[in-house]
């Protein structure tokens, strides 16, 4: 069954099929009957969606927020916005069958040729302690690594948003490592570049679908760039690779947000790691352009974009 996507519903039309729940709540109505509040999203929207005269299970546990749940109803309007009306719903289980793709939003990349192509740019590191240490650190994280989110929220925020973001800054760090070859150890800013962000993996909390639900405690306590450091240590130590080499790469990662008030345990001091920094940030702001872009009209401005500290301006 094709899934119906929430931004196209219809009036009085009825729908079944699998979407996500959030905001779930056991309410009571004026006449002391008890009904189920929620909002329903998909990759495209976010609805609301009562069920009168609810009983249970679902929307019992907040902690079920993001769950995919399997659901009928019927297309109303509540003061002037679609709501669903619904007459079933339970938790999706192990045996049904959907595409994630269809209820969360999730990277517009060949997942599999971007892993290929990944590996193909490790394998072409010279220097056998680096590609030592990426070849480790993929055999560890790498089944993460291709379907976690980047961020929580800003930028790449999606399935597989890490991979993407990961892949992107290589090919440009492939090429940058040609274009300024006098200064540039290109084995060193691939493996850098590789394993900057690695350590989101331990960062951040994923929902059953892959969406960043929070930040972990050793996430908050530590955060990624320690975190990656010490990684690179551990399979450094592990590797018998010599510790001036362990401790570039490990700068890279502890400096890649470029300056202590932007996460970073310090800042860049040797070329390979301010080159990383200025890949990370070029590719991290065309993806909040993009993402921004996207819901805009042309010849008109945005609001005040955070992460950006200003407005932006989509041109004809």
């Known amino acids: 069954m094709a899934h119906k996507k929430l931004a196209t519903l219809i009036l009085n039309e009825e729908i079944s099929g699998f979407y996500v729940i959030g905001n779930a709540a056991i309410k009571t109505s004026a006449n002391g009957s008890s009904f189920l509040a929620c909002t329903l999203t998909d990759s495209s929207d976010t609805v609301e969606a009562k069920f009168w005269n609810y009983s249970g299970p679902v929307g019992l546990n907040p902690a079920d927020d993001g769950r995919p749940v ?16 619904l007459s079933a719903i339970r938790y999706a289980e192990a045996s049904d069958v959907f595409n994630t793709a269809d209820l969360v939003p999730t990277a517009p990349i060949d997942v599999r040729e971007a892993g290929r192509q990944i590996r193909e740019l490790v394998n072409s590191i010279v220097d056998d302690d680096y590609r030592r240490i990426c070849e480790v650190m ?11 989110p980047a961020a929580k929220s800003v930028h790449h925020s999606f399935v597989s948003g890490l991979m993407m973001h990961t892949y992107n800054m290589l090919k ?52 990624h760039p320690v975190m990656g450091a010490k990684n690179i240590d551990d399979a450094a130590k592990e590797l018998g690779v010599p510790e001036d080499k362990a401790m570039l790469l490990e700068h890279m990662v502890l400096s890649h947000h470029g300056e202590p008030e932007y996460g970073a345990a310090l800042a860049p001091v040797f070329a390979e790691a301010e080159l990383l920094h200025m890949i990370d940030l070029v590719d991290s702001r065309m993806e909040i352009y993009a993402e921004t872009l996207k819901n805009m009209e042309p010849d008109s401005f945005s609001e005040r974009i955070f992460a950006l500290e200003k407005r932006i301006y989509k041109h004809k």
């Open 70 to 85: 399997f659901l009928r109803g019927k297309v109303g309007e509540f003061k002037g916005a679609m709501q669903i009306s």
């Open 138 to 148: 993929l055999e560890k994280y790498g089944k993460a690594f291709s379907v976690w």
């Open 172 to 223: 440009l760090a492939d090429f940058l490592a040609g274009q300024y070859k006098e200064v540039i150890d290109r084995d060193l800013l691939i493996a850098g570049t590789l394993l900057h962000d690695f350590a989101k993996t331990q960062e951040y909390a994923c929902s059953q679908l892959g969406l960043v639900t929070d930040f972990t405690v050793k996430g908050q306590l530590i955060g």
